[in-house]
Each structure stands twice: as C-alpha cells, then as structure tokens.
C-alpha cells in the first residue's frame, strides 16, 4: 500500500464559542439566566452589574423619540407584581377526582387542599408517639410504619413485607403485633393517615366523625364496599345496593367528598413557582404591541477600572484580562440579542393571534413554527428555543409563547382551525350541558359538525382528556 498525501477542499459548519454561548442563553428562561449570569459576574472580574442610581441617571438622557416607550417600560413593575400571583403553579388532588369522578359538576362542594407549617407528616406524627402511652416495642413498630408512609399518608408497603424486613431486627415478631400497631397510627392525627387504600381512608374519617352526623352510616357503606360504583356514578345500582333514595345517596355524596383523600399531604412543603414575564402585550391606538419586560432584563457592562489598566498595559501582558474582557464583551452582546430575539418572534405571534387577544381561545388560529421563522427570517430550531419556557403577560392573563402554537383542523368551507380553538369550544359545550344528560363524546363531534368543524369522535376524546374532562358517564350528576 502506497502512503501519499491528497488535498481536499470542503466547507462545515463551525459552532464558534461566541455562538454556542449565543444559543445557550436563548434557550434558558428568565430565571436560569439569571442564575447563569451570576455565574458570570463571579469567574469574571471585567464584568459587572450597572448601578440602578447610574441607570436611573442614564435614562434621563434618553432621547426624545423614547418617551413613550419609557412610558411604558414605567407600568412594568407594577404589572409584574399582579403576574405573579397569576403564576403560582398549584397542584390538583387527582387522586381524589379518580374516584370522585374528576371534578364536581354540581353544587356538592370540592375539597381544597391546604398547607400545615412547622414540620413534615413524619414530625408530627413522631410528636404524638413519643408522648402516646406505648411500650418500648409498640413504638419501635409504629415508628417504622411511619417510615414507609408516603407523602399523601398513607402505607406504601402490605404489612407482610413489613413483617418480613422487621423479623431480622425484632426477634419473634408476630404479624398480628405489627395490625395492632397500624391500630395505633390510624388513631393519630391527621385521621384517616397510614391507611392501605382510598377507601379505608375516607372510611376512617367518617368513622370519627359524631355517631349522628347526618348520611354518615350510608357513607360509610358506600366507602366500604361500593366505592368504584361511586365513582362510575351508577346511580341505580348504587340506590338498590345501599337501599336508599336520590336525596339519601346525594347527602352521603356530599358528605364524602367534605372529607380529605390525602391526609398527609397537608403537611408537605408546598413549592411556589414563579413566573417572570418576558414581554408585555398591550392594545395601543387598535394595535397590540409586544414590549420587554425591563425588569427581567439584567443590565450589565464592562468594568471600566480594569478595562482602563488593561487599555495602558496591554504591551507588557494581561492575556488572561484580555480574554476575560473579550468574554464579558460577547456575554453583554448575546444577552441583548437575547431580548431582541425574544422581541421580534412574540411580536410576530401577536400579529398572527390578535383575534385571539381580542375574543379568546375560540378565536385562535392554526399556527407552526415554520410562518414565525419565516416572518422573522430565523431557523425553526431557534424559534423553538425562544418559545420555550419564555412568557409573556396579556390582558388575558399569562401564556408561554410555545401555547400559541397549534395544529390545524379542515372546516367544511375549506379553511383550518386550530386545536386550540377546539379545545376551548368543546370546554364551552360541556359547561352549558345537562347535569343529568352530558354530551358523549360523539355528540359532541356532531355539534362541532354543525358549526361547520369536521373532528372524529376520537378527536374530540383526545381533546377532552388533554383537560382532564371526564367523560360523559363520569360527569352525570346523581
């Protein structure tokens, strides 16, 4: 074999750390790129925050063609005090809609979880066992089952693997020892905590309540037995089981779903998350106008004490200072190409979806990432890293940019409509049904046909389940 030398001349695309820093930012959301500059402003010296009082200072030199702009950057703060009530995430009991068939849609009440301070489920309940009147033994075998509780409260494990795990460390340790200890966690507070299943939770608490609470006894017949026919709303054979009329099985209803299907949870530690808006949408002179939020903007510059003595030294060295003001350069330019982006695509979503600023979700129309990267002239890809996790605040309320993105659904005069739109009018079909009579998933297929949108039974089934809407069986009021 012949070794020889050949040239080639070729072209490949090089990701230059100026890009890759570029693309990397764009892709963090507001919180993250503030973690990520703090980073920044630790490794690098030549970078630093701008003053507020040398911001505030600037500002007021600002020219004239600004003002209006600047006005409207002034309403910001107070806007973003009221988003962030709007952008408390809260979490929803579905385990306790599983059985209660995923939401009331009568009158009967829901239960609202809320939150206990000063300590976890399993501090609570060892306050109580150390004070309890057991013995040594009795409270070894408590506190173990404590431990395997989960965070709703209840028993994670059957008690014969329990037994099993615990025979190694307990010498002759009956099984029967370890049920009368679960006796005594299911009398501590909070009532209903360390039981095996849903049922004998909702069956404890009504257990404790007073002996003439009214609908109590059938409500204890009804958890006890019959819950998964309670939860299919069979209201006849739920009647010819329990023996019982309309108004009685109602009350017991009602009764039920006043109680907490999760005990333990109450004594979680809830985690807020907070949202920052990036832009604002505002309705100026019949237009909508997209605008950043100052607020989230970090303002940053270079260090001007160390950029002075690199200027007069650079003769004599200071690489590594050179590099880091090449870097703090870069940072503070990608940092507004940040924002700039950010800008003009939720300026091109606004132009496409100002009907739906103006009516609503049932006003949204088809959009793809392909009409905004050609609007905006940029590759699909960055327009998914700017949509992502990235938030803007309208008057109806607050939207993460990727929401205004939908597939499309033929319409029987030939145009689209987007599945957002169809979302919102099947939500507006079940608000307004019967109670007695919901509409079926193919029912609503057919009144969406009559407004002229051709979507398929299973379509529609799809839809509904993205809104955790039970169907038409689960919804019907006993």
């Not at 079940?430 to 009144?447: M, W």
């Amino acid at each position: 074999m012949k070794h020889s030398l050949q040239l080639k001349i070729g072209q490949h695309l090089t990701l230059t750390p100026q890009l890759q820093q570029s693309i990397r930012l764009l892709q963090l959301s507001t919180l993250e790129l503030n973690q990520e500059l703090e980073q920044m402003l630790q490794d690098n010296p030549l970078l630093e925050r701008e003053e507020e009082d040398e911001a505030a200072f600037a500002a007021t030199e600002v020219p004239a063609h600004t003002a209006e702009a600047e006005a409207q950057s002034t309403e910001a703060p107070q806007q973003a005090d009221n988003s962030e009530s709007e952008a408390i995430t809260t979490l929803d009991d579905s385990d306790w809609n599983d059985y209660s068939a995923a939401g009331s849609d009568d009158d009967d009440g829901e239960f609202t979880q809320g939150s206990v301070a000063g300590g976890s489920l399993r501090e609570h309940l060892i306050s109580q066992l150390i004070v309890s009147p057991l013995t040594p033994r009795d409270r070894i075998l408590v506190a173990a089952l404590i431990d395997d509780l989960d965070e709703s409260g209840f028993l994670t494990q059957p008690l014969e693997d329990i037994t099993a795990s615990l025979q190694a460390e307990l010498e002759e340790l009956e099984h029967e020892e370890l049920e009368t200890a679960l006796k005594h966690l299911q009398n501590m507070e909070p009532t209903g905590v360390g039981s095996r299943n849903l049922a004998e939770c909702l069956t404890l608490q009504l257990r404790a309540l007073p002996a003439d609470t009214p609908a109590r006894d059938d409500a204890m017949r009804l958890t006890s037995h019959y819950l998964d026919l309670l939860a299919a709303r069979d209201v006849g054979k739920l009647k010819k089981m329990l023996g019982i009329d309309d108004f009685a099985l109602r009350a017991a209803r009602t009764l039920i779903l006043s109680l907490n299907p999760r005990p333990g949870a109450a004594f979680g530690v809830d985690e807020t998350h907070y949202v920052i808006p990036d832009v604002y949408i505002r309705k100026v002179k019949g237009m909508w106008i997209a605008s950043l939020n100052v607020d989230a903007m970090p303002k940053l510059r270079v260090n001007r004490v160390y950029a002075d003595i690199l200027s007069r030294h650079r003769e004599s060295g200071g690489s590594q200072l050179a590099s880091q003001l090449q870097e703090a350069r870069w940072l503070i330019k990608n940092v507004q190409q940040r924002f700039d982006t950010i800008l003009r695509v939720s300026q091109a979503i606004v132009d496409r979806q100002k009907h739906f600023f103006e009516h609503g979700e049932v006003a949204m129309r088809p959009l793809v990432l392909r009409e905004i990267a050609d609007a905006v002239e940029l590759h699909e890809s960055t327009i998914s890293r700017v949509t992502t996790q990235k938030f803007m605040m309208t008057p109806r309320g607050l939207y993460e940019l990727k929401y205004f993105f939908g597939s499309h659904v033929s319409t029987d005069s030939g145009g689209s409509c987007s599945s957002t739109a169809i979302r919102a009018l099947i939500k507006q079909l079940i608000a307004a049904e019967s109670p007695k009579k919901p509409l079926s998933d193919g029912q609503l297929a057919e009144v969406l046909g009559q407004q002229g949108i051709v979507v398929a039974r299973r379509t529609v089934a799809k839809y509904r389940e993205s809104m955790q809407i039970a169907p038409a069986n689960m919804r019907k009021t006993l």
